[in-house]
């Protein structure tokens, strides 16, 4: 089967739209990296000077390189804040080219690029998320099982290894490996053999060892939490809060979702009840589509039922674009041809979607600007450490207590590198703590206090010595 598109324009815009995430990620690539877990492992890696892998997703290695090795060859902070930014753009523009160029198959690229931009508002400038490059490695998975439905040897070691990060990367990703498994086996005859089979209980197996040996305790308590939460809804799920909110994001922010899901569906239905053959299987394909969607959003709410942060449940309903996408890819767009149209079409929704993605930086620089205010009160006064209370925090919406202090430090290391400085963010009375009235050496997070002297080993990072202060109230 073909995958290819015949419109140059296409492909010039498929390259175009990564062309354009790369500059948006330049421009601010210090509201991506200083920001919640980017920031938090960033300071790790550089702070110890070497790579930091969590829950055994070792991927990260592939974004963490540049910022380590800029750091080690003693570039200043802002090269390493900088490379990081981009290096997961070029990262996944990379796998889309080896998608488009040497697999041949410019709807799975397609089908990238909509996963990169269709539910994407705060997601951008939460770049850290390691589900985006499960997904990104799954197209690529399929982009070469479709080009190679009998794969030899080589080829089926390739695809065996390619599954291992996959799995490993989010427990989510996995739903969307067998959701494609099932539309491709019901499009594409040839995959219907000994080598899918084989490699789906591959999957199976890795699933099961991951699940098994390499659970951290953060994903033992998800898993906790989500029992219980399925305890309290069952059967009645349509009572989870999330479902209210989700509403809400598909009317203001999420909106392609219903609109593409509505319209795939009177798109299988229309081929069911007229009986062409264009399509197959349109009535277990319609079926696919919803029952996915639904038990998907489901999972998810039970996972988180009163979802505050967006930035984090966003990255878990990005997914969903190819739900809805790949039927208009893989089933409609060759059914009817390839239209001139399809251009516009394209080209229409990438240019809203990257106007809403640029625009909505001003709530991240925003952020920083408040944290280098706070911080150059302190240096006024004398002080680089700072505590805040936690209810006078703005952006709440964009802000966790536990993540400030690193991303405060990185942010004064950047614009003020000879006096860093840090701001401990806290709901907890520290007026009378230790680090305040007598000790000069501490470095304070929200779950453990350093010792500068012991902590910061690389040399990347640094404080003063000296006590944390509470700023004066204005």
């Known amino acids: 089967m073909n995958y290819q598109l015949t419109s140059p324009g296409l492909k010039k815009m498929g390259y175009l739209f990564w062309g354009i995430l790369l500059v948006f990620s330049v421009l601010h690539y210090e509201e991506r990296a200083i920001f919640m877990d980017s920031a938090f492992q960033l300071f790790e890696v550089l702070n110890y000077g070497n790579f930091q892998i969590y829950a055994a997703r070792f991927t990260s290695v592939l974004t963490q390189a540049f910022p380590l090795l800029f750091s080690k060859l003693g570039l200043p902070l802002h090269w390493s804040l900088f490379s990081y930014s981009i290096s997961f753009i070029l990262l996944y523009g990379f796998i889309y080219h080896l998608i488009v160029r040497y697999l041949k198959n410019d709807l799975l690229g397609w089908a990238m690029i909509f996963f990169f931009s269709l539910l994407v508002f705060e997601g951008f400038y939460y770049p850290v998320a390691e589900l985006k490059l499960g997904i990104a490695l799954v197209l690529l998975f399929y982009a070469i099982l479709l080009k190679y439905p009998h794969p030899t040897v080589p080829i089926l070691l390739l695809l065996c290894l390619l599954t291992i990060p996959i799995c490993f990367t989010h427990r989510l990703v996995f739903a969307f490996y067998l959701f494609l498994a099932i539309f491709f086996l019901l499009s594409n005859k040839k995959l219907r053999n000994r080598y899918f089979l084989g490699l789906f209980i591959f999957a199976l197996g890795v699933v099961t060892i991951q699940s098994k040996y390499f659970t951290n305790w953060y994903d033992r308590a998800k898993q906790v939490e989500f029992w219980d939460n399925y305890e309290k809804y069952f059967p009645n799920f349509h009572q989870i809060p999330s479902h209210q909110t989700f509403f809400e994001e598909c009317i203001h922010h999420y909106y392609f979702f219903p609109i593409l899901l509505i319209l795939a569906s009177l798109g299988y239905l229309f081929h069911i009840f007229k009986r062409h053959e264009k399509i197959t299987f349109p009535f277990l394909k319609l079926g696919l589509m919803l029952g996915f969607s639904l038990?998907?959003?489901?999972?998810?709410h039970l996972s988180s039922p009163t979802t505050f942060h967006r930035f984090y449940h966003e990255t878990n309903y990005l997914p969903l674009s190819l739900v809805v996408?790949?039927?208009?890819?893989?089933?409609?767009?060759?059914a009817y041809g390839e239209r001139k149209s399809l251009f516009f079409i394209?080209?229409?929704i990438l240019f809203i979607r990257?106007?809403?993605?640029?625009?909505?930086?001003?709530?991240?620089?925003?952020?920083?600007?408040?944290?280098?205010?706070?911080?150059?009160?302190?240096?006024?006064?004398?002080?680089h450490k700072i505590i805040i209370p936690a209810q006078e925090a703005p952006f709440k919406k964009h802000t966790m207590d536990w993540a400030v202090s690193y991303e405060s430090m990185l942010l004064s290391k950047v614009r003020n590198p000879n006096q860093p400085a840090t701001i401990l963010l806290t709901p907890k009375d520290h007026h009378q703590h230790e680090c305040v009235e007598k000790r000069s050496d501490c470095y304070m997070t929200t779950f453990i206090i350093h010792s500068s002297d012991e902590f910061f080993q690389s040399g990347a990072l640094s404080l003063p010595d000296e006590k944390y202060i509470y700023l004066p109230e204005e």
Do not use: C
């Open 295 to 300: 038990s998907y959003i489901i999972v998810v």
């Open 346 to 348: 394209f080209g229409i």
């Open 325 to 334: 996408t790949i039927p208009f890819l893989f089933d409609f767009i060759p």
């Open 354 to 383: 990257l106007n809403t993605i640029y625009f909505n930086h001003k709530v991240y620089t925003k952020r920083l600007a408040w944290m280098e205010e706070k911080m150059e009160a302190g240096r006024q006064l004398g002080h």
